[in-house]
């Protein structure tokens, strides 16, 4: 009889750990259950059964409205999809290990500093299609954020203090009309830059002077850019410093002309959906 105590407390342990290592039943899960994905579910709160140590959680297109310190306890969770729900604000206390969040399309309206403060090892944060107003970064935090999309809100001017080590910024579609001097100036990274679908009525002169971009879309109306020098001001095209290599300059009603300069690294120009009155006078070199 003693000697079949420990070969049932073994059984019942397995027991155990086959229960806790279940999916949640209205989820599907890898094989190894640390990829769960609850997306369309219809669900109003964290479902119920799922490993501390999930890696991947999709959550998105559901009725959430507030995840706050729920998700703390996820020590291991690497990627994160809370798109298409309906929280007010980013949740509180998500997990450091965090590398990329993907939470577009709630009613986000302001991001605090307190909202990324401890994610040094975020990489991708996509904001876009919420109601952002405002966000506020600290300096020297989200040292490895690579891309961060806020397109899709209502900004009306370009956050500054952005984490400098950004690569692309998406700021396209909402209702800027103004760079601030220097806000661009800590991106030395940045290498992809979207402003398209915005309501920009002049650039400041410098404001693109320290970046290195490659790919940029402005989707500017061309009658603000009617000369050589705001040109060089707004594209930083025409120098030695800058290597973009490919503009798109979309939904323009003026076009007037671009400089002919032999220091110019542009190698695409995409002018799509234009009323042109005037073709641009651009010959390409190299």
Same mark, same amino acid.
């Given at each position: 009889?003693?000697?079949?105590?420990?070969?049932?407390?073994?059984?019942?342990?397995?027991?155990?750990?086959?229960?806790?290592?279940?999916?949640?039943?209205?989820?599907?899960?890898?094989?190894?259950?640390?990829?769960?994905?609850?997306?369309?579910?219809?669900?109003?709160?964290?479902?119920? #059964?799922?490993?501390?140590?999930?890696?991947?959680?999709?959550?998105?297109?559901? %009725?959430?409205?507030?995840?706050?310190?729920?998700?703390?306890?996820?020590?291991?969770?690497?990627?994160?999809?809370?798109?298409?729900? %309906?929280?007010?604000?980013?949740?509180?206390?998500?997990?450091?290990?965090?590398?990329?969040? %993907?939470?577009?399309?709630?009613?986000?309206?302001?991001?605090?500093?307190?909202?990324?403060?401890?994610?040094?090892?975020?990489?991708?944060?996509?904001?876009?299609?919420?109601?952002?107003?405002?966000?506020?970064?600290?300096?020297?935090?989200?040292?490895?954020?690579?891309?961060?999309?806020?397109?899709?809100?209502?900004?009306?001017?370009?956050?500054?203090?952005?984490?400098?080590?950004?690569?692309?910024?998406?700021?396209?579609?909402?209702?800027?009309?103004?760079?601030?001097?220097?806000?661009?100036?800590?991106?030395?990274?940045?290498?992809?830059?979207?402003?398209?679908?915005?309501?920009?009525?002049?650039?400041?002169?410098?404001?693109?002077?320290?970046?290195?971009?490659?790919?940029?879309?402005?989707?500017?109306?061309?009658?603000?850019?009617?000369?050589?020098?705001?040109?060089?001001?707004?594209?930083?095209?025409? #120098?030695?410093?800058?290597?973009?290599?490919?503009?798109?300059?979309?939904?323009?009603?003026?076009?007037?002309?671009?400089?002919?300069?032999?220091?110019?690294?542009?190698?695409?120009?995409?002018?799509?959906?234009?009323?042109?009155?005037?073709?641009?006078?651009?010959?390409?070199? #190299?």
């Amino acid at each position: 009889m003693y000697k079949r105590a420990p070969l049932s407390c073994l059984l019942l342990l397995l027991s155990l750990l086959d229960i806790n290592a279940a999916c949640p039943s209205v989820c599907s899960c890898s094989d190894s259950q640390r990829e769960v994905d609850c997306s369309w579910r219809g669900l109003r709160h964290l479902p119920s #059964g799922l490993q501390f140590n999930v890696y991947s959680l999709n959550l998105s297109h559901n %009725r959430l409205a507030d995840l706050d310190h729920h998700l703390s306890p996820y020590t291991h969770l690497r990627t994160l999809d809370i798109s298409n729900n %309906r929280l007010a604000r980013l949740p509180a206390s998500l997990p450091r290990s965090l590398w990329d969040i %993907r939470a577009s399309g709630n009613r986000i309206r302001f991001l605090e500093k307190n909202d990324t403060t401890y994610h040094w090892n975020l990489r991708t944060l996509d904001l876009s299609a919420n109601k952002l107003e405002r966000v506020v970064f600290i300096n020297n935090t989200l040292p490895n954020l690579k891309a961060l999309n806020l397109s899709h809100n209502r900004f009306w001017t370009v956050p500054t203090n952005m984490p400098q080590n950004l690569e692309m910024v998406d700021l396209s579609h909402n209702t800027l009309v103004q760079i601030l001097p220097e806000s661009l100036d800590r991106l030395a990274k940045l290498t992809r830059f979207h402003l398209h679908a915005n309501r920009f009525s002049t650039v400041s002169e410098g404001a693109f002077e320290n970046l290195t971009l490659n790919y940029m879309v402005t989707g500017w109306s061309l009658s603000i850019l009617n000369s050589p020098q705001h040109f060089k001001t707004a594209f930083q095209l025409l #120098g030695t410093k800058q290597t973009t290599s490919q503009l798109h300059i979309k939904q323009n009603s003026v076009l007037r002309s671009l400089i002919n300069r032999r220091t110019v690294f542009l190698r695409h120009l995409y002018a799509n959906n234009h009323y042109l009155k005037v073709y641009p006078g651009l010959w390409l070199y #190299g």
